[in-house]
């Protein structure tokens, strides 16, 4: 059941970042600037988007899947 309700969660947070992009809410991406000094605009953007939105998204459909055919991951 752990596998269910933690790839809900995370695939709802990876769909609210999405929603978040798509809105343009700057106030929300607080790392990502700091990303963008770091390692410049474009590999800035590129790490924080696989790390906060496909790693979840990824994750959530993993553990749903997972759920669905009986495997124990937690």
Known sequence: ???LI???L??????Y???LRVRKDSK???KLEKMKEAYGEKAGTAIHIIS???VPIAVGIAGIVAYC???KVF
Do not use: C, S, V
């Open 28 to 30: 929300a991406w607080g």
């Open 69 to 71: 055919l009986g495997i």
């Open 10 to 15: 995370a695939l709802l947070y990876g769909l």
């Open 52 to 54: 906060y939105t496909i």
């Open 1 to 3: 059941m752990a596998e």
């Open 17 to 19: 970042t999405i929603y």
């Open 6 to 8: 933690i790839g809900i």
